[in-house]
């Protein structure tokens, strides 16, 4: 090892890539060298829907960042090498190239954790057959789209009266995809497979989608998906996979069996953290790392950043595992500065999701009623249907907005809609108004943008607020 | 009079409309008249662009409340009544009926002067001639639209071998419309009057559209317009209308003349005041009623609202005049509720605006970088290329995002932008900002939803505050 200072990042994708950049940006002359255990880094899994879906017709537009491009930033990546263990003592990570079957021992003089999430699979009978798919990083995203590529583009006929079968010898009929989970990559997948005329069908555990949405909204996101010709089961539990030939046939649930070609489970995931325990670093009841405000672990020169660590939830000020791509961004960035010897500090997060149910904007942000509920607070839900453009002005369309207000302070605590226009940076608003502790009062006066083609006057925003004071003011 | 409380409102569209319906909400045996000179109430004039164009075939789909309905809700209506003059020791208000030409004395507990605004028509020579328009109420529309129809659809032959001519008498031929303005309503007539298949051109005396507008979004703007092929010309000065038979035939300019058929003044609005002014009520010198946070004006029992009423600019704490239906809806609220005896405030505005040009959304909040100059702000401006949608997602356009960010405190006085999508709704995120007062540095914290169709993984919110911070650390 020669005497530049050297970062290790262990794990090449948002939180990874960006805590090594940004520590390059501000130490160019220092080492910085990312160890992905995967054959790609830095790539936008948020996605892969929509590759799948063939409206991204070439992974490589997922990519930010080549190695090559990497490499000539200065940042050294190894691909497909492997983090065993973390020696805190020694400061040095045992590595295993995975393509030459060869152990190496790096040193490092700091190290960011970005190992990431890895999604739930449950040991159930036959969850290693063939075609049982999770969805989280690029290369689950080309094995799916190749599989459905290879269903329904190759056809083999077997002789001169031939019924055409497909290569994976089935006759040819259109594929049976169950999607295990209604979350938000459940809908987003049920919409994507959708779209390459697979026959979809979702299972899900609870009684709604979109997990812990109020019911309001998730009802419209049900709706939304049926219309579409998408199957739902609600209250249904897999117990279990049949197959042939190693390869899945049916989905066993305690509701009976349901054919499938290609199972998809998106149940959630958890923070990929073994490794980092075994070093000693610390991890919370949430299962993610624990870390500061500076993104520093319980370990000296050992930061964490991403899907493998915690955040704090500025609404409740806990902290929360919700892995998304804009945090593991924001999070890599401050813990590849800090390691660099700044002194920044990533205050935490408000839940703002968005997605698109086909033609459906859904978002969220702050805290869920079931959220609220488990965290103690006295409040109530304030829901209203707005307008996304003025009465007079063609086309507008339905939106609904629920609100989850503290009784007595009349604070917001979070925020749902859903609508076919105009909900996805509306969300935004609100998160803003979450992260300045607004209460509605507050909310309602805003000054914010009319215009007949994108509002009504009363923007819905402020309707719902106008409409949760009254409530606030009854309970008075 | 009987002895029921009466509340007067002088002027019925939005803020006098929305005194009426509140005070009527909080004290229904009340007795409320709202007295309007014009034929209509309670209608959306921001809706007139594309009434004609015709996206909105009937201007009844303009009014949200029509003196029927309004009746039946306890509020009597007096269309075409004129108030002369207010009476404050009397406590009284002298009208005209102008379809009777009747005078009627009318006496008041309560009063909310809505007069609205008045557009400005300088005396040039030649302003008296016909199809010379205004836009700002409904009337004004209704003729527009009606001058067009008959320009485009009435044909008369003159004989055998005949030229088709309109029934103003000239041959058939595109109708040449020249806008005298180059702000928000001259640039949304430009495009209302192209989709009626009109010749354009747009005179502005300025060197840029859309008034003090950053010249970054501007730019985006004038190219825009011209795209779509309407004529500009700017740093042009209208001296006077030439005409035939008293129509307007011709636009005389500092630059030479230009052939018109149909003239829009729209270079402006003031607040129309002059009967209040008699009453001894209190005008700023931005021109328009002072009023306090109550809306109360200097004289007991009289309340002012909408556009011809003043607002606090909460970015610099200032009384500022800026017209717009939002604020006159929440002003006219909160007046007829504290004339019913509530103790509500109307904090203030920032600013914030949106329009659509064609396909281009154009938004502003908070200060431009000529009224902080004006208001003497040490600022600097920093301007970034964002994206709507994530690159790997098809289809994204660029976005233009201005801010305006004080010196060495780093706060936010002003945003602007400018993108064929995601730019209406983004702003209202910033007006939430300077709402709260936000630094750049707190802006970058924010917690704003992302999925491939909506953003890219750092808002194009958080990358311009990103950049503006770096800014002002290497001012520091």
């Not at 075609?131 to 329904?152: A, N, P, S």
């Not at 109020?214 to 998906?225: F, G, L, P």
Request: proline share 4%.
């Amino acid at each position: 090892m020669n005497n530049k200072e050297r970062l290790v990042v262990i794990g090449g994708v948002a939180a990874g890539m960006s805590a090594a950049s940004s520590f390059k940006r501000i130490k160019p002359d220092a080492e910085v060298i990312v160890l992905e255990k995967d054959y790609f880094i830095s790539y936008g899994a948020c996605s892969l829907p929509y590759y799948i879906s063939d409206d991204v017709k070439d992974f490589n537009n997922l990519i930010s960042l080549t190695p090559k491009v990497a490499t000539e930033r200065g940042i050294t990546v190894f691909l497909r090498h492997e983090v065993l263990s973390i020696d805190p003592m020694k400061k040095e990570v045992h590595v295993k190239d995975l393509e030459k079957d060869e152990k190496k021992v790096i040193p490092y003089d700091k190290l960011v954790i970005a190992t990431g999430g890895l999604p739930i699979k449950p040991p159930l009978p036959g969850i290693e057959l063939e075609h049982i798919f999770t969805i989280r990083t690029l290369v689950d995203g080309i094995e799916i789209k190749k599989f459905i590529d290879q269903w329904t583009t190759f056809d083999v006929c077997l002789g001169p009266m031939c019924t055409y079968r497909n290569r994976f010898g089935a006759e040819k009929r259109t594929m049976k995809a169950l999607i295990v989970g209604g979350g938000y990559i459940g809908m987003e997948m049920s919409e994507s497979l959708k779209k390459r005329g697979l026959d979809v069908t979702v299972i899900e555990k609870m009684d709604r989608v979109l997990g812990n949405m109020d019911a309001s909204i998730a009802d419209i996101a049900e709706e939304k998906i049926q219309s579409e010709g998408v199957k739902l089961y609600k209250g249904v539990s897999v117990e279990g996979f049949e197959g042939e030939n190693r390869v899945v046939t049916k989905v066993l649930t305690d509701h009976g069996p349901h054919e499938a070609d290609l199972v998809l489970l998106v149940i959630g995931a958890r923070a990929n953290t073994k490794m980092a325990r075994e070093a000693g670093v610390e991890v919370s009841a949430n299962g993610a790392i624990k870390v500061d405000d500076h993104l520093r672990t319980n370990i000296p020169d050992i930061f964490a950043a991403g899907d493998c660590a915690e955040a704090t939830q500025l609404v409740t000020g806990k902290k929360v595992y919700i892995p998304l791509g804009t945090t593991a961004n924001k999070q890599g960035r401050i813990a590849g500065e800090n390691a660099a010897g700044m002194d920044h500090t990533f205050e935490g997060i408000v839940g703002t999701a968005v997605t698109k149910i086909f033609d459906l904007e859904v978002a969220r942000t702050g805290l869920s009623p079931i959220e609220a509920d488990h965290e103690g607070y006295k409040y109530f839900i304030s829901t209203i249907q707005g307008k996304s453009r003025s009465s007079a002005y063609p086309a507008g369309k339905p939106m609904t907005i629920s609100y989850v207000v503290e009784e007595e302070s009349g604070r917001l605590l979070g925020a749902q809609m859903a609508g076919i226009e105009g909900v996805a940076h509306r969300i935004d608003t609100l998160a803003t108004c979450l992260y300045n502790k607004m209460t509605v009062e507050d909310v309602a006066r805003l000054d914010l943008g009319y215009a007949p083609p994108f509002a009504t006057v009363w923007d819905p925003i402020l309707i719902a607020a106008n409409v949760a004071l009254k409530k606030l003011k009854k309970t008075e």
